[in-house]
């Protein structure tokens, strides 16, 4: 079936209240995003609080949709036929036409759900869902009507236009990228802190992007995968600025100065100090990584308390309470993961101790921290001023 137009649900519940415009405006903006990446003229509206979607000549369906799943807000997106109101006699030919070409099988229950937003029209709704369900029972003799379960349920929707549709493909949720700020994402080549992104994103906020890496420890491939998950991200949160910050220095004099044992907690509070001026110098409100508890030494709870203190942002950490398998699990849903498991090295394990403290003492880092202060501070000058910037684009 060739579809011309499609209904975009969104959330009701999101958009009580004042915020509405926002939610609404917004959603309409990442929508028209999302079709000018998509081969094909398309126009947007929005109407009496519904938004469309229409093809002003030929285009990809798959590709339409995988770019329309993937704008949070959209809890749901209806191909239909969209039809002027040409009276009774044309609504059932229509229908009829509808229901042939969409159900070539026609072993189906089915019932039709008759709306109307224009109560001028001349048959009630109860009226005409009766009216145009004896039409196809007439056309197609082998369906059957359930009013309570069916199979099928034609919607037919009367407003300025009339609508027919009767499917319906689920959309990612969640809140219109763009009504709730920007956040910082710590982003490693690994599983977790691309689902991170991809979650905070869900809910509303813009993402900024901030990877350590370590030439020649860690290679040009290491860096390009990065990219390439920022990018794979972006396909949901929209472009993503990514800071690629030269670490090699710091963790080389790190290793040089302190415990091995403690290695990896100190990096990593240098690793979310610089993040943290990334995140203030671009109006980020706070932080994002893929941590989740004791997944691995640096992730038990006196270690993220460790790693925490230094930041006066919150840190979000939407992963902390998920298991590998959940992760992995959306990883999948979101096309990261065959990226995200491509074998190249990460900063973090070429500096890794046989054996890391896992209860980290606070006052035992600090000290250790007082070896680095010969240097430290110019080497975290030279580190953000030496940051290479790109862009992710989807
Ligand atoms: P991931 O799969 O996200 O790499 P991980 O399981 O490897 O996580 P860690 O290496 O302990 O766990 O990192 C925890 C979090 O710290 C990551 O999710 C990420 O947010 C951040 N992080 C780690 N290494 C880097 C890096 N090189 N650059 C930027 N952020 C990093
Ligand atoms: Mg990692």
């Known amino acids: 079936m060739n579809y011309q137009a499609f209904l975009v649900k969104y959330g009701e519940i999101a958009v009580k209240g004042k915020n509405r415009h926002i939610f609404e405006d917004t959603l309409l903006s990442q929508l028209q995003n999302a079709v000018r990446r998509v081969e094909g003229e398309f126009h947007v509206s929005k109407e009496n609080g519904r938004m469309y979607v229409e093809a002003l000549g030929a285009y990809d369906y798959d590709e339409l949709m995988g770019a329309l799943t993937k704008v949070f807000g959209v809890v749901g997106i209806c191909p239909m036929v969209r039809l002027e109101d040409e009276g009774f006699d044309k609504l059932a030919e ?6 042939d070409e969409a159900y070539p099988d026609k072993n189906f229950t089915f019932k039709v759900n008759a709306r109307r937003a224009r109560k001028n029209y001349p048959m009630t709704s109860m009226e005409l869902a009766a009216a145009l369900g004896e039409k196809i029972l007439e056309a197609f003799p082998q369906v059957r009507v359930d ?216 006052k035992s880092i600090k000290k250790s921290e007082t070896h680095l202060q010969d240097k430290i501070e110019e080497m975290l000058q030279t580190a953000i001023e030496t940051t290479e910037v790109i862009y992710a684009e989807p």
Not at 94 to 99: G, K, L, M
Not at 235 to 241: A, C, L, N, Q, W
Request: net charge neutral; charged share 20%.
């Open 147 to 362: 009013v309570h379960e069916p199979q099928v349920c034609i919607q037919v929707e009367i407003r300025s236009h009339i609508n027919l549709y009767s499917t319906e493909i689920p959309g990612p949720g969640g809140m219109p990228v763009g009504t709730a700020g920007k956040a910082m994402l710590l982003l490693s080549g690994g599983i977790d802190s691309p689902v991170a992104g991809y979650m905070i994103a869900k809910r509303g906020v813009r993402l900024e992007a901030t990877y350590f890496h370590a030439p020649p420890y860690t290679s040009e491939r290491a860096k390009q995968k990065v990219v390439d998950l920022a990018k794979i991200v972006a396909r949901y949160s929209g472009p993503i600025k990514l800071n690629i910050v030269n670490f090699t220095e710091i963790q080389l004099y790190i290793y040089e100065k302190c415990p091995h044992d403690q290695l990896t907690i100190i990096m990593r509070r240098y690793m979310m100090m610089i993040a943290e001026h990334f995140a203030k110098e671009s109006g980020c409100l706070g932080l994002i990584t893929g941590e989740s508890i004791g997944q691995v030494a640096s992730q038990t709870m006196p270690s993220l308390a460790c790693t925490n203190e230094v930041c006066t942002l919150p840190v979000y950490r939407p992963l902390i309470g998920f298991d590998k398998q959940e992760i992995v699990d959306i990883s999948y849903k979101i096309d990261a993961y065959e990226t995200s498991i491509l074998p190249f090295e990460d900063c973090c394990t070429i500096f890794v101790a046989k054996h890391p403290v896992t209860k980290p003492n606070l």
């Open 94 to 99: 229509a229908v009829v036409a509808y229901v």
